[in-house]
């Protein structure tokens, strides 16, 4: 794959951890438009929902309308395994990959690279920016019990330790619980990434990029906030509020 093009700078965070919602600027937040890439006809609802409460419209699918010049930030979803052929290993038996979504998202993504564009990914959306930027994935977790939906179909929930100076310590502190559902993780990651925020067994949940305007995590932000708003873990809607102040700069 295509290496990152020249840096661009990140946009520093409110002073103070501040969140500020993107409808207290007065502005028509609605034209703010978000790429969403997906194969599904159905288009995942949690996360475009999140956006229209946020003050967002996403626009799902792919091909034009999918474009750094139409569209002000790129929003990658959780969602299936990445084909580990993208960072040169087998596939084991507990992945199961969709070779026509890698190759979409992973186009989508590098045109919003190359663009500058604000990037946030969650769940399998953090790990396709650590794979597209040259990193490698642990396909499954020796841990993934702890990390796995459980029986009932319901989030498992973890307690997290974020580097005190990172964009996320500044949104919810240094020790904050959050949701998990996931099988796999980062293990090395990709040119410019760092990690920002581990579990307590060592997964990485959260990262940014050192130059470029990228920020990912593992956990599920749109199953923690909104109508989906639970009392276990932090509110899920700062993170679109933070991504979206990033859009619209």
């Not at 103070?16 to 034209?31: A, H, Q, T």
């Amino acid at each position: 794959m295509k290496k990152v093009p020249d840096p661009y700078i990140i946009f520093p965070y409110h002073p103070g951890g501040m969140v500020r919602s993107v409808r207290e600027k007065g502005e028509n937040c609605m034209m703010l438009k978000i790429a969403l890439p997906t194969d599904r006809p159905d288009a995942p609802v949690n996360y475009k929902e999140a956006l229209r409460l946020s003050g967002a419209e996403a626009v799902c699918g792919s091909g034009p309308a999918l474009s750094p010049e139409s569209c002000s930030g790129l929003l990658l979803p959780g969602g299936i395994d990445i084909d580990p052929a993208y960072y040169g290993q087998q596939a084991e038996p507990a992945t199961v990959s969709d070779p026509r979504l890698d190759a979409l998202q992973l186009e989508v993504l590098q045109r919003f690279l190359k663009a500058g564009r604000p990037v946030f990914g969650i769940c399998r959306g953090h790990q396709l920016i650590n794979v597209a930027l040259g990193g490698t994935l642990i396909q499954d977790l020796p841990s993934a019990e702890r990390h796995k939906r459980l029986p009932s179909d319901e989030d498992q929930v973890h307690l997290c330790c974020a580097d005190p100076d990172s964009w996320i310590a500044r949104i919810y502190g240094s020790r904050f619980s959050v949701n998990s559902s996931h099988h796999q993780g980062v293990d090395r990651p990709g040119d410019g990434l760092r990690v920002v925020l581990r579990a307590q067994d060592g997964v990485a949940e959260a990262m940014a990029h050192e130059t470029l305007p990228i920020w990912s995590v593992q956990f599920h932000p749109e199953r923690m906030g909104f109508a989906h708003r639970r009392n276990d873990t932090v509110d899920g809607s700062l993170l679109f509020q933070f991504f979206l102040e990033q859009c619209m700069r």
